[in-house]
């Protein structure tokens, strides 16, 4: 099951016959593996890892640390959910440290992206600051290096 | 009006790698998938690299001993102990070399006399019959045969073996065939070795990518301790070709003859690498471990790719090659290479290139990535279409 989730991890476009190849198993076994990752919902969705920054610039991303209000019983827990529910907020962590959650918020343009700060989350019940930082370049997403890479340096042919 | 120097009978008479050779058709090509690489297609892992820079930074620029860097063969000698059960004094027992090739250059001299031989089971490496002829020795070659698993069997060793016999030479996992020696295989061998007094230069280096079954020191049979030099080095495991860092470990009467000339021939393995590869050991074996993980998968959907298209493959259970069969088709080892190169644009190191009894054979290696190696897969496929209706026509 590790091995199924580690190589749709890569590339979730690889076939179940060529999983079975790989691992050396049974395809029926990895079926049943795929059927139960799906319906115990281990694999959220599959999606394609985009480089935006490749494709045009008509989208920016914020790292937007918010200090919140904790409410008794629930924690950061109601705070959290009602940021999450914007259609902007990419992504959505409680934290150790200063702040308390780290909001990745995605907008069109640098002016979006301040009016849904200004306009959306602080005046949500419960936040209490927000500091933003908007991201200029992106080096590294998802465990995947995005600048190009330095290529394959070997000889065609080698002892 | 002379022409250049002579030069010596030995370089005249050493023969041009195969590899060599096939390299020259290959430069020049474009969109060539090349399955000809013998080695990793991972660049060495970052940690290590961080290692070697924080070095420099510190300024260890300069030579170590002879031996290398004492921290290093301590990390080897824990290595060997904690995975083939084999201890080794770091003082007197380990030397540190520019690569596995070096050793095995240092060893070939240290050994031979003009005349005495070396044998060495084949297909194999391509500098293994070379260390011996540029030591001035002969090597004397076992061909070892699909049928059994291109295992060395002990009748043929005890064929081979002759008042003048010095060494026998192997290396298991294997490059080219990716066959490997059970403990069981290996015992057989020994008792050879044993029986005629023969030293077992061992050639490890693709120990730890070992897919399936365990591996064996050579050294850690018994009674072998005393005459088995074991190399083994990082170009492969930790995708480190590049930094030329290898080692053996034996009885210091050996090692001492092979510091010998590796005092006077490199002084010291390079610094730097030596400090990567004390880093390799001590917190490479996640990185390592992905590796193998990776190569295993490979390995499987190649294998059984080959054998769907029509060249069969015996399962190669260690190293990073598959050396299908190709000779049924009609062709050479060589022109099956040179064809494919050149109508399919796929670079795969005709068998021979590993001794003779690699014909009708080709090594490819799989430390491809998986898209190029399906690619690959859907070329060689085509091209055996291509020669069966030659083959074909020509019947009718
Ligand atoms: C069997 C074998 N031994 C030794 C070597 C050389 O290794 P190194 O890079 O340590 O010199 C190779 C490289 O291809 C090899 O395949």
Redesign the interface.
């Known amino acids: 099951m590790l091995d199924v989730l580690r190589i749709l991890e890569q590339d979730g476009r690889v076939p179940a016959a060529e999983i079975a190849t790989r691992l050396g198993r049974p395809l029926e076994e990895i079926q049943q593996a795929l059927a139960e990752i799906e319906a115990r919902q281990l694999i959220v969705s599959y999606g394609a890892l985009v480089n935006w920054e490749k494709v045009s610039d008509d989208r920016v991303y914020a790292f937007i640390s918010v200090e919140a209000e904790p409410e008794h019983g629930r924690g950061f827990d109601t705070v959290a959910d009602h940021i999450s529910r914007f259609p902007e907020v990419h992504s959505l962590y409680l934290m150790s440290g200063t702040a308390d959650l780290q909001v990745v918020v995605e907008g069109n343009d640098f002016r979006a992206i301040a009016r849904f700060v200004a306009e959306k989350l602080a005046p949500v019940p419960g936040v209490r600051s927000t500091s933003t930082s908007f991201v200029l370049k992106t080096y590294k997403a998802e465990g995947r290096l995005l600048a190009e890479s330095g290529g394959d340096h070997r000889l065609a042919v080698t002892p | 009006m002379s022409g250049p120097p002579r030069l010596s009978k030995m370089v005249q008479n050493l023969p041009p ?1 195969g ?1 060599r050779e ?2 020259d058709l ?2 020049g090509m474009d969109d ?1 998938i ?1 399955l ?4 990793p ?1 991972f ?1 060495t892992p970052w940690h290590i690299c961080d290692a070697a820079i924080a070095a420099m930074r510190r300024g260890m620029t300069s030579y170590t001993s002879n031996l290398g860097l004492m921290e290093l063969r301590e990390a080897i000698a824990a290595d060997m102990q904690r995975r083939w059960g084999v201890a080794y004094r770091p003082e007197t027992q380990i030397i540190v070399t520019v690569g596995v090739s070096e050793g095995l250059d240092l060893v070939m001299r240290a050994l031979l006399d003009p005349g005495d031989e070396v044998i060495v089971p084949e297909p194999c ?3 293994y019959r070379a260390a011996v002829l540029m030591a001035g020795g002969i090597p004397v070659t076992i061909a070892t045969r699909e049928a059994d698993e291109f295992r060395l069997l002990p009748d043929d060793l005890e064929a081979a073996i002759t008042p003048r016999t010095r060494a026998l030479l192997i290396g298991y996992p294997n ?1 080219p065939t990716g066959a490997t020696m059970s403990r069981e295989d290996l015992l057989a061998i020994a008792k050879v070795c044993s029986e005629h007094d023969v030293l077992v230069l061992s050639d490890e280096i693709y120990a730890l990518l070992t897919y399936e079954g365990q591996h064996t020191c050579f050294a850690s049979l018994p009674d072998m301790y005393e005459r088995t030099l074991v190399f083994n080095g990082f170009s492969k495991a930790y995708a480190m ?1 590049g930094w030329r860092l290898g080692y053996a470990c034996g009885p210091e009467y050996l090692i001492d003859a092979l510091n010998r000339l590796h005092a006077y021939t490199v002084m010291c393995a390079p610094v730097s690498a030596q400090v990567a590869a004390t880093e390799a050991l001590r917190h490479g074996d996640g990185d390592m471990q992905r590796m193998v993980a990776e190569y295993d ?2 390995r ?2 190649f294998v ?1 790719g080959l054998n769907d298209i029509g060249l069969p493959c015996f399962m190669p259970r260690g190293a990073f090659y598959a050396f299908p069969r190709v000779g049924h088709l009609g062709l050479t080892s060589k022109e099956f290479s040179r064809r494919l190169l050149f109508e399919q644009k796929v ?1 795969a ?1 005709p068998g021979t290139a590993f001794g003779a009894c690699g014909e009708g054979h080709l090594r490819c290696t799989y430390a491809t990535g ?1 898209q190029q190696l399906k690619e690959a897969l859907d070329r060689m496929g085509r091209f055996v279409d291509t020669l069966r209706q030659e083959g074909a026509s020509a019947a009718s």
Do not use: P
């Open positions: 790698s590899i096939f390299f290959v430069i060539v090349s000809g690489v013998g080695e297609d660049v490496f391509v500098a490059n070709t998968q490979r499987r959907l059984k670079a190191v998986m």
